[in-house]
């Protein structure tokens, strides 16, 4: 049993150390990738109760020179631990403003990007997560105002973020409001806050996780959760946005339930900046 013992051991410490070498390896991509441009974004479209595709959401995407496309859950959070996020977050920014003139341009001024950002984004106190929101901030004065004064970003935090929020974080919040951007909670019902503690922030809009979607019914307990939020995020005036609609059926269930937009499959992938400018504005719902 002894032996046995040593030899897991053992295994276990190789393995840990080729899962250390790769990451090391991984974050030397990331840094290169970065430099030679190899990341792009997708845009997915997320459309009204109408069927409208106005609102956009920017997905990042690598391509690799020898490992061909590499999906961000495969690397976001190896860029998040060597703090590389907060120059691939900058760059999502500056490429994340420059599709949204063209959306506005062949869509109207009324088009929306959603952004993800990193909670170490916010949360860093390193110059660079400054210099981050800084520009987000003063550069978003070049994009055009629609006639509520948004000027159509939309940066998307995590509702784990809102419970490490301290005072500074929460002005940076307000800024954004401030300067016309907007933000909704990505990824709700994930997480440990409830709407009782979202109360206390401005938040413009909720996303329900696909999980909840992609597990719903007429009968199933996801659907009771699912209208609740609605009902409640309504009443805190927050719009609702559900993730992950792959089917007709979800579709309507939410329709039904009073949600305010739809992302999914089931209406669009994630396109690029070529098809997402062509996407229809109006399609049938
Ligand atoms: P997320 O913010 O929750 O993004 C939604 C994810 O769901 C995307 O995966 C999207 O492609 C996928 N999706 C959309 N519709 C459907 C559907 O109908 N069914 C299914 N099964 N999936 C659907 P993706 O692009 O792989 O991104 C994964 C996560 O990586 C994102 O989750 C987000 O947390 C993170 N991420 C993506 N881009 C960025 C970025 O620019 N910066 C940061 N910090 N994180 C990013
Ligand atoms: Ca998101
Ligand atoms: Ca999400
Ligand atoms: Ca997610």
């Known amino acids: 049993a002894k032996a046995s013992g040593r030899d897991c051991v053992k295994r276990f410490d190789w393995k840990l150390k080729q899962a250390l070498l790769d990451k090391v390896e991984l974050i030397k991509d ?68 420059a599709a949204l003139s063209k959306l506005q341009v062949a869509r109207g001024p009324d088009v929306q990007i959603g952004v993800n950002v990193s909670p170490l984004q916010l949360l860093n106190r390193r110059e660079g997560a400054d210099v981050f929101l800084s520009s987000l901030i003063t550069g978003s004065g070049e994009l055009n105002r629609s006639a509520d004064e948004k000027n159509g970003l939309v940066v998307e935090i995590t509702e784990n973020l809102l419970m490490e929020m301290d005072e500074r974080t929460r002005q940076v919040l307000m800024d954004f409001r401030k300067n016309g951007i907007q933000v909704a909670l990505d990824d709700f019902g994930t997480g440990y806050s409830s709407l009782a503690y979202i109360m206390n922030y401005d938040i413009d809009f909720l996303k329900i996780d696909r999980s909840f979607v992609q597990t719903l019914s007429p009968e199933s307990s996801s659907s009771s959760l699912c209208e609740a939020i609605i009902n409640m995020a309504h009443k805190l005036k927050i719009m609702v946005v559900a993730e992950g609609v792959e089917t007709k059926q979800q579709a309507d269930l939410l329709l ?6 739809l992302q999914g499959y089931y209406f669009a992938k994630p396109l690029r900046l070529e098809e997402a400018l062509l996407y229809p504005i109006q399609k049938e719902i």
Do not use: M, T
């Open 30 to 97: 990331i840094n290169k990738a970065l430099k030679n441009d190899e990341f792009f974004l997708v845009y997915q479209p997320i459309v009204d109760r109408e069927g409208k595709a106005l609102k956009f959401e920017a997905l990042i995407r690598w391509n690799h020179p020898e490992k061909g496309l590499i999906s961000p859950d495969e690397f976001i959070s190896a860029a998040e631990e060597s703090g590389l996020i907060v120059d691939i977050g900058g760059w999502v920014i500056q490429e994340a403003k």
């Open 256 to 261: 039904q339930y009073g949600c305010d937009f």
